[in-house]
């Protein structure tokens, strides 16, 4: 490890599919408990950025249009929680997404005698999921964000906010393809569910009601992790 030394703080994981608010949910909580969110994707630009043993790694494969390799990924995440800011605890955003990333993720921690505090799982219906992602649009102006069915503007085609007029939709987020990213996501993340149950250190949050609800649910689990 280089002299480096893992946080012993604690490590929880959010687990759910993808706009289950997995990321607004860890932004609260890194707001309420002094936790940092790691989420893989940034956590791999910033080590490519600063030019990292294993962010050059990663940059090579990627060039190469490569996937990148748990391995690599591990590396990145070592470096990152040794640095003083994730002395209150983490929070993972999209790692591990299969089984054998969790084991990794175990070896890794046990170098420091840490393990996961938490688990939690924000248990979505997939119609549900399907009729929230695919209806969402944004103003293309001032990036306020919007919806078919849950939230439009008093004027259609009107931005309450800004007045422009311009709307846009990610062009994954179609009914067709939020059906296929659920459907990828119960093969292969969700497996983790049973995984960390076995450990005992699993918990399962509602993820349909308001998101005050929801962080409250988290909070409640959190602040026994952390305690």
């Known amino acids: 490890m280089d002299g480096q030394t893992l946080t012993k703080a ?16 860890a932004r609260i909580l890194e707001q309420s408990f002094g936790l940092v969110q790691l989420s893989t994707g940034d956590l791999l630009r910033a080590a490519v950025a600063r030019g990292t043993p294993a962010g050059q790694q990663a940059r090579a494969v990627m060039e190469a249009g490569g996937l990148v390799s748990d391995d690599i990924v591990i590396a990145i995440l070592r ?21 054998v990333q969790a084991e990794a993720l175990d070896a890794l921690l046990a170098e420091s005698g840490q393990q996961i505090d938490a688990a939690i799982s924000l248990e979505v219906d997939d119609a549900a999921m399907v009729a929230r992602i695919s209806g969402r649009y944004t103003c293309g102006t001032c990036g306020e964000g919007w919806h078919d069915q849950f939230k439009q503007p008093k004027q259609p085609g009107l931005c309450d906010i800004c007045g422009g007029t311009e709307m846009k939709r990610r062009a994954d987020d179609t009914a067709e393809t939020v059906a296929s990213r659920l459907a990828a996501y119960h093969a292969q993340t969700a497996p983790l569910i049973g995984y960390y149950d076995r450990k005992g250190t699993l918990s399962r949050v509602d993820a349909m009601g308001a998101i005050e609800d929801i962080a409250a649910g988290l909070g409640a689990i959190v602040a026994r992790a952390v305690a």
Request: glycine share 16%; charged share 20%; proline share 14%.
């Open 79 to 99: 470096d990152r929680m040794t640095e003083p800011d994730c002395a209150q605890g983490v929070i993972l955003d999209g790692f591990p997404r299969t089984t």
């Open 10 to 25: 604690p490590v929880l994981i959010l687990l759910g599919p993808p706009g289950a608010g997995k990321g607004t949910q």
